[in-house]
């Protein structure tokens, strides 16, 4: 008789790390030669469905089609990328034809079918057919072409045996790596795993990522200070080098000088950098909830979705902060990093959570700072934790359930992200970027020579503290 597996213990998510490449010049060049090998095959599809189009053709969108068209080109077509490289171009296609066509269906008519050209589109392989030996990969090419082995900028975070596939990219002018690999759940000691039943409920913003009230009067509140000076600091020096280069730059139709290709391309490095700065920053505040989740045995997350808010217009200004806020990144970063932990992530309205009493649940003026009093029965208490706490009494697709039942937190604890405080000092950064950054340290009461985000080294770290007036 068969025996019988257990479904819990063989639940696996997909995770995928991003590592650098390096190389040699001749590497580099067999590299880019890839990637623009993958952009010829894009504008191939590209060009194939536009000569389909104007004879009013059914185009090819589906990936068994194009896998047809992409044998009868016959080897050798797209220099050294070979079939399983070249199919995963088509993949990509395909995916985002249909998700247009799935937009439009649904009556958003601003998605547009892939229809432009791309000069480096990534190359993704999967297990079976590249080989990873500690730091060195070899990269799949054609037949009859000289083996392509790059050595990684640091050791891939999972076994061998888990990797599904690599993808090879390139952001900022730089050669990336990402790694997928199927990671089992994790498996918890009898009696510490996350409790179902306990729910805690998670308020998003942009001074404060992640809000999170627990059901035992814990609370969680992120920082996001150091992102948001991250995200003024680029801007400022993104407009400081652009105001130095205007009386270079080359008119429309213009081939640039090689001085203001050096510039471009020191843009895209700071660009890179910038992202990744932010990337990494929101990856530290996830896996701070998660952590923190896991410790009170949470097996339920209610987060709030902000994500309406997105379709108003509020101005120049706040426009630019909700570009910025980037919701969507911190809900799958979250999910992700939750699901691995075996914690159930739900999405739930948020309206009227911020302006609401959960004492009299009567509607509040929005207060001017971070604590929200209410003026009709006298209570006070931070705004995003009582955000949080009214998200955790809602059900998915509903409203409030029981308003009684708000558990507002007592202890708090506090958690600054290092990750992006950076000095802006060196090479990369103008003096503009340098005497502005030091202007807003000196208004904000800290020293010049603090981490940004932070008015004093006191505040780097974690600490749990008792907040005032709170019930």
């Not at 700065?277 to 505040?285: D, G, I, L, N, S």
């Not at 509607?363 to 700072?369: A, C, D, Q, T």
């Not at 809602?394 to 558990?407: E, I, L, N, Y």
């Not at 992200?417 to 950076?422: E, F, N």
Request: aromatic share 6%.
């Amino acid at each position: 008789m068969p025996r019988r597996r257990d479904p819990a213990a063989e639940r696996v998510v997909h995770r995928t790390a991003r590592v650098a490449v390096r190389v040699t010049p001749g590497q580099r060049r067999r590299c880019f030669g890839l990637l623009r090998s993958a952009g010829d095959v894009w504008a191939c599809v590209v060009e194939v469905n536009a000569w389909r189009r104007r004879r009013w053709d059914t185009p090819l969108a589906g990936y068994q089609q194009l896998c047809r068209e992409l044998a009868a080109s016959g080897p050798g077509t797209f220099a050294e990328l070979n079939s399983v490289g070249a199919r995963s171009v088509l993949r990509r296609f395909s995916d985002a034809w249909f998700a247009a066509a799935k937009r439009r269906k649904d009556g958003d008519l601003s998605a547009r079918f892939p229809r432009r050209r791309r000069g480096l589109v990534p190359v993704r392989w999967y297990h079976g057919t590249f080989t990873l030996d500690g730091r060195r990969l070899r990269i799949p090419t054609a037949r009859g072409t000289a083996p392509l082995w790059v050595r990684l900028a640091r050791e891939v975070p999972y076994p061998a045996e888990q990797i599904r596939s690599i993808t090879l990219l390139c952001e900022g002018g730089r050669l990336f790596l990402d790694v997928t690999a199927e990671v089992p759940v994790t498996v918890y000691p009898a009696g510490e795993q996350p409790d179902p039943g306990r729910v805690a409920g998670v308020d998003l913003g942009i001074t404060h990522p992640y809000a999170v009230a627990g059901p035992d009067g814990e609370g969680l509140l992120v920082s996001g200070r150091a992102i948001r000076a991250e995200h003024r600091m680029h801007l400022t020096d993104t407009k400081a080098r652009r105001r130095a280069v205007s009386r270079r730059a080359p008119k429309p139709g213009q081939k640039g000088s090689r001085r203001w290709r050096q510039y471009r391309r020191r843009a895209r490095l700071v660009e890179g950098r910038h992202r990744r700065r932010v990337r990494q920053a929101q990856h530290e505040a996830a896996r701070g909830v998660v952590s923190w989740a896991v410790r009170q045995r949470v097996g339920v997350l209610h987060v709030g979705d902000p994500r309406g808010v997105l379709d108003l217009s509020a101005g120049r200004r706040h426009n630019l902060r909700l570009r910025q806020w980037q919701i969507g990144r911190l809900l799958q970063v979250l999910t992700d990093k939750a699901t691995l932990a075996g914690i159930t992530v739900r999405l739930v309205d948020e309206r009227g959570t911020s302006s609401t009493c959960p004492a009299c649940a009567r509607r509040v003026p929005k207060p001017r700072g971070r604590t929200l009093s209410c003026p009709h029965c006298a209570f006070s208490g931070h705004r995003d934790l009582v955000a949080a706490a009214s998200i955790a009494t809602r059900t998915p697709g509903g409203g409030p359930t029981t308003p009684t039942a708000v558990v507002l937190p007592q202890v708090v604890t506090h958690v600054e992200l290092a990750g992006t405080s950076l000095v802006p000092d060196g090479p990369d950064v103008t003096r503009g970027a340098q005497h502005g950054w030091r202007e807003d340290q000196l208004a904000r009461g800290g020293p010049p020579h603090h981490p940004v985000g932070s008015r004093s080294p006191t505040r780097r770290g974690s600490n749990t503290h008792r907040i005032p007036g709170e019930r």
